[in-house]
């Protein structure tokens, strides 16, 4: 056998040092100090007779030797982890951990979770919401649900559309009457809410649909991390924000928001699954995909009756 396979302990602190671009957080994910992520690397450089890294700021790069020497250790720990996963499958009860964004697990996943617990009882899930996307490939994430159109969780995971809607201007019933919205250029008198990080929805696109000119530097702004704080300003009356019908509509049928205008912008919203084919929890990830699809199709099917 090769004597630099006495390394390997070495090259798992050098995958995870890399991928972080910093040693510091490469020593959170292992559980070990910073120092010994440091002194195994050194001792790799010393055994190859090659700088693997180089300083940037805070950040530790890769040089080209240790490019070359990442890109081969990833796919060999792949194929490590695949080989593992075989071997190690687990039945379809038990839990899965699904990650998706917050205003997606307080508006759409949770008011209908309870659906699959009573198809499965025996998966529980466990659900994370955050507004960064999560590590999936060495991570305890099963499923994660992001939305965006250049969402990328990393390379040998499985991505899917889940769906994708058009957007609506939305606000209370008492700011629509109050300023008798019947044209959207009225919004502009209206506080505009929106998502600090937003970039496939906006509103200048939606008065651009409306063909509105919105001038720039005259209208009153709102930013908001996520969707569910916009929706909580707009009910108690603070302007208008742009919104879909599944995240929503059930506050349009309980009185609590209108759509003044049934004017859509396409495609507006993408919701994406990414989930990988050699989890060890594939059997009831699988199962909750279909959970998942199956419910979209059952709104979209309802959305069109209406």
Not at 101 to 128: D, E, G, Q
Not at 264 to 292: C, E, H, K, N
């Amino acid at each position: 056998m090769d004597n630099r396979l006495r390394h390997l302990s070495g090259l798992r602190y050098f995958e995870a040092a890399a991928r972080q671009q910093s040693y510091s957080k490469a020593a959170e994910e292992l559980y070990v100090s910073q120092a010994a992520v440091s002194q195994k690397i050194r001792q790799l450089e010393e055994s190859l007779g090659c700088k693997l890294f180089t300083r940037q700021g805070r950040n530790m790069m890769l040089t080209s030797q240790g490019t070359s020497l990442f890109s081969a250790v990833s796919r060999g720990f792949e194929h490590i982890l695949s080989g593992l996963n075989t071997i190690q499958a687990e039945p379809l009860e038990g839990m899965l951990t699904v990650n998706t964004t917050p205003s997606f697990a307080a508006r759409w996943l949770m008011p209908r979770l309870w659906k699959f617990t009573m198809s499965h009882p025996n998966i529980p899930i466990r659900v994370y919401a955050t507004a960064e996307s999560p590590e999936m490939k060495y991570g305890n994430i099963d499923i994660a649900i992001r939305q965006g159109y250049d969402t990328d969780l990393g390379n040998n995971l499985t991505k899917t559309l889940l769906y994708e809607e058009a957007v609506y201007p939305i606000c209370s019933p008492e700011l629509a009457e109050s300023v008798q919205l019947t044209r959207p250029e009225q919004l502009l008198d209206c506080w505009l809410i929106h998502g600090v990080d937003t970039h496939s929805f906006t509103w200048e696109k939606w008065f651009q649909i409306a063909g509105v000119t919105m001038p720039k530097n005259n209208v009153q702004w709102m930013e908001v991390s996520t969707f569910d704080m916009g929706l909580n300003a707009v009910i108690a009356g603070h302007g208008a924000c742009l919104g879909t019908l599944s995240l929503a509509g059930d506050f349009i049928e309980r009185g609590l928001l209108v759509k003044p205008f049934d004017i859509g912008m396409p495609p507006g919203v993408r919701f994406t699954l990414f989930y990988s084919q050699t989890s060890p929890r594939i059997a009831r990830a699988q199962a909750f995909i279909d959970w998942l699809h199956n419910e979209v199709r059952h709104f979209q099917a309802q959305s069109a009756l209406v």
